[in-house]
């Protein structure tokens, strides 16, 4: 680990408060945890193999209906997919093999992965599709505004919204989106009280849609997605900021959740420290060094997410 700098959750708190980012958090509803779990010093998954270790997961109820609507539906399927899952459990502490589900997420993503629709028309998980920045912002009115007045104006308007927001300086998402153009996947680690959950995050275009490792384990490309970070251009040459919100699946994400996934999107994808992005670079064209572990160490020097942790945070319905 590095001991000759900060960590790069030194600045994290005054970068993203320069971004805009931020986020109602009135809900303070209980964590909704669910997916593949990986304690610090532990096995990513828990002891066991086949179905009835997947039922020792924790968080396995939150799944239980799709799980066993696939089993009764498509046995060979269910089969399949667990024996890959254990397949994936063989691997050494703290390794996996991304490989093939890399292929998986850059092949065969559908369209039930993203945005289904404007305005109407939406996909199961209520995500909108080919959702532009006119659909909310009048751009021609704020053509006329400064950079400073248009930040103001997204984020009054999202501040009373539940959901997650940021105005990015151009020169930071130039950083992210060349960068998302050789990287296009990551797994993020969501703290929960039991450890971690393992989330997917996958860019379609300026789209980066995310979902958890587990469900993907059991759905595969038909996996849903669980929440979106949409990002806008528009005004990225003339006005130098790009605008992000965001849209979620509230059955398994809370706002600051949603906020912590966000946030390590710009700690791996917009740091300045070659060994934080090189782990975006190894789980994309390196995967059979990619380690787990490393995520989850990052994720804690940078002192992300420590407001899920138990004690941090009071969980009320």
Not at 64 to 75: D, T, V, Y
Not at 93 to 106: A, D, K, L, P, T
Not at 206 to 226: D, K, R
Request: glycine residues 8%; neutral net charge.
């Amino acid at each position: 680990r590095r001991t000759d700098r900060e960590g790069p959750g030194a600045m994290a708190g005054p970068l993203l408060q320069a971004w805009g980012l931020g986020a109602a958090l009135r809900s303070r509803a209980a964590l909704r945890p669910l997916g593949l779990l990986a304690p610090p010093c532990r096995e990513v998954a828990g002891p066991g193999s086949g179905e009835a270790a997947l039922e020792e997961n924790p968080f396995y109820g939150k799944y239980r209906h799709k799980i066993q609507e696939l089993r009764r539906s498509s046995p060979d399927v269910f089969e399949s997919r667990m024996e890959k899952r254990n397949e994936v459990k063989k691997q050494p502490v703290g390794y996996s093999n991304q490989g093939e589900f890399i292929r998986c997420m850059e092949e065969k993503a559908r369209p039930i992965f993203f945005a289904e629709g404007l305005g109407t028309k939406t996909s199961k998980g209520g995500f909108t599709k080919d959702k532009t920045l006119d659909s909310i912002l009048n751009v021609e009115m704020v053509k006329e505004k400064s950079a400073e007045e248009i930040k103001q104006i997204w984020n009054q308007y999202f501040s009373a919204k539940n959901t997650v927001y940021a105005v990015i300086p151009a020169d930071k998402f130039d950083l992210i989106w060349k960068r998302a153009q050789k990287c296009p996947s990551f797994l993020y680690a969501l703290p929960r009280k039991e450890g971690y959950e393992f989330f997917v995050g996958q860019w379609s275009g300026t789209e980066l849609h995310f979902t958890s490792l587990i469900n993907i384990q059991t759905q595969g490309e038909t996996a849903p997605s669980q929440l979106v970070l949409y990002h806008y251009p528009e005004l990225q040459k003339e006005k130098g900021i790009v605008l992000m919100t965001a849209e979620m699946d509230s059955k398994f994400l809370v706002v600051r959740e949603a906020q912590c996934l966000a946030n390590q999107v710009q700690l791996f994808y917009a740091t300045d420290h070659s060994e934080t992005y090189e782990l975006v670079e190894t789980f994309n064209h390196r995967s059979s060094e990619f380690k787990y572990m490393s995520v989850i160490a990052e994720l804690e020097q940078s002192g992300l997410g420590r407001e899920l942790r138990p004690g941090q945070v009071s969980d009320k319905s």
